[in-house]
């Protein structure tokens, strides 16, 4: 089974903190993405990457960076926190089958909340 | 840009009843549609994938139908039990590299 881990299930950050949330999946995938999910807005694509140390804008960047620098960790990073950066965080993974189609696997998630 | 919809409204049904969920989206028909199920607190967790060639998929009490010329997708849960209450999520290819869109997902309830 695949699994996807991420570092932390809660987080509590002060605003203007700098946060790292980290991913590390283990079944060697290419791909790997962050999400970040509000109610009644679903999931929104912050960054992916399709390989070690390569990286691209998902559709929210703004405010956040990530690093790929080993195939099983993706991390994402709240250079300053905002409260308006408070949200549930998904990290997914995801490999190309035979068919050319992929499905993603996705972590636990972790709730941050920026005070 | 692409535009995924599903019902916001919770769907609450009996058990035992088919629950139908619906996923409309706009602009380019995609090569193929997954859905997902999302428990509370937890990561969405993939379901069943039907390609744009396939006009229904099943897998145990599941069932997925695809519509190109409607950009409609229905999906089906049979005999409907408690365990089945989650949020539902479908998704599509958009732009490059695979990226998928999520739609925000339907709330389903199924009560004893």
């Known amino acids: 089974d695949v699994k996807v881990t991420q570092s932390s299930r809660y987080l509590v950050k002060r605003t203007g903190e700098k946060v790292f949330l980290e991913c590390v999946q283990d079944?060697?995938?290419?791909?790997m993405f962050w999400y970040r999910q509000d109610p009644g807005l679903g999931l929104r694509l912050i960054y992916f990457?399709?390989?070690?140390?390569?990286?691209e804008k998902g559709d929210i960047p703004e405010g956040y960076s990530v690093s790929r620098e080993k195939k099983e960790r993706f991390s994402l990073i709240l250079e300053s926190a905002s409260t308006n950066q408070t949200s549930m965080y998904l990290c997914?993974?995801?490999?190309?089958?035979?068919?050319?189609?992929?499905?993603?696997?996705f972590g636990p998630g972790t709730r941050l909340l920026v005070l | 840009s692409q535009k995924i919809e599903q019902n916001s409204e919770a769907l609450n049904i009996q058990e035992g009843k088919t629950a139908t969920l619906t996923c409309n989206y706009t602009?380019?028909?995609?090569?193929?549609l997954q859905w997902y199920r999302q428990d509370p607190g937890r990561g969405p967790v993939f379901l069943l994938l039907i390609r744009e060639n396939e006009k229904e998929k099943r897998k145990e009490r599941l069932k997925v139908t695809f519509d190109t010329t409607l950009k409609q997708s229905l999906f089906h849960i049979t005999a409907s039990q408690p365990a089945d209450s989650a949020t539902y999520l479908c998704?599509?290819?958009?732009?490059?590299?695979?990226?998928?869109?999520f739609g925000a997902g339907t709330r389903l309830a199924v009560h004893p």
């Open positions: 997914a993974s995801s490999t190309r089958t035979s068919g050319g189609v992929e499905t993603q696997y």
């Open positions: 602009n380019y028909s995609p090569a193929y």
């Open positions: 998704a599509l290819i958009s732009g490059g590299y695979n990226k998928l869109i």
């Open positions: 990457s399709y390989d070690v140390k390569m990286k």
């Open positions: 079944m060697d995938h290419e791909n």
